[in-house]
């Protein structure tokens, strides 16, 4: 039985608190004060970069988050210590922020430079974000562009699956031999083959929209990016050479 470590057991705590609040009060005012809008859209508030991190979209999303932050997190504090954790979690959520939103605002550029070049102004383009409907004639390119460009800028994101991508690229390299299974796919394989290969399906549901193991809303790039953080924080942590930047 792994035992759960101080601050994995607080961070569970205050995500549970969270979602049972969301069941119990009003859904759609936290959804719309805590959830990360895309920063063009005037939902968008400062805090949203981190609150969102202790949002869940429904039970199982929560369930399967906590048991991983429970499964792993624990392992990986043990090992790292504390602060160590909490500077790995959430700069692991914050990579997870940038890599989404990076992603979103490369597609916006590009839909509303396209439907510029197309003849549509800015201002109807925002007018479209704003009320949904459009009263003139566009053309079935035009409209994918239009449908595409609002749902990126209606977009949010909610969960802790960028830093809990991290803590397990982090429990992958301080535990690289441990032997670890999928629920449906009931096959060992080692953690340094493990995670790598989720990572790497996480990027092409990202480029593809194909989904293998999570909903097709899932947010891909911010698992990338919280795996990407993940790992580049623990070179720097496993390298001797950078002992002086370690925290203690």
């Not at 920063?39 to 981190?50: E, Y």
């Not at 500077?87 to 605002?105: E, K, P, S, T």
């Not at 060992?188 to 399906?201: E, S, T, V």
Request: hydrophobic share 50%.
């Amino acid at each position: 039985m792994i035992k759960i470590t101080e601050t994995v057991k607080h961070l569970l705590i205050i995500n549970v608190i969270l979602f049972v609040a969301t069941l119990i009060g009003s859904n759609e005012f936290l959804y719309k004060w805590l959830a990360l809008y895309f920063p063009a859209n005037d939902l968008f508030k400062p805090w949203q970069i981190v609150s969102h991190m202790f949002m869940h979209g429904g039970f199982m999303h929560l369930l399967f988050n906590m048991f991983a932050l429970w499964m792993f997190g624990s392992a990986v504090e043990q090992s790292l210590g504390a602060k160590r954790f909490i500077v790995l979690y959430f700069a692991a959520g914050l990579g997870a922020v940038l890599f989404q939103l990076g992603y979103h605002y490369f597609n916006y550029s590009y839909l509303l430079s396209e439907l510029q070049a197309s003849g549509i102004s800015f201002e109807r383009v925002m007018d479209i974000m704003n009320t949904g409907q459009w009263n003139f004639q566009t053309t079935t390119l035009q409209t994918e562009q239009i449908n595409s460009f609002y749902q990126t800028y209606k977009s949010s994101m909610v969960g802790a699956s960028g830093c809990i991508m991290g803590v397990l690229v982090a429990f992958g390299m301080l535990n690289p031999n441990a032997e670890l299974m999928l629920i449906f796919l009931p096959i060992p394989i080692k953690a340094k083959y493990f995670i790598p290969g989720i990572i790497l399906l996480d990027v092409i549901s990202a480029l593809t929209g194909q989904s293998f193991f999570s909903p097709s809303n899932t947010a891909y790039m911010a698992h990338v990016g919280g795996a990407f953080v993940g790992f580049i924080i623990m070179y720097f942590w496993k390298n001797d050479t950078f002992n002086k930047y370690r925290i203690d």
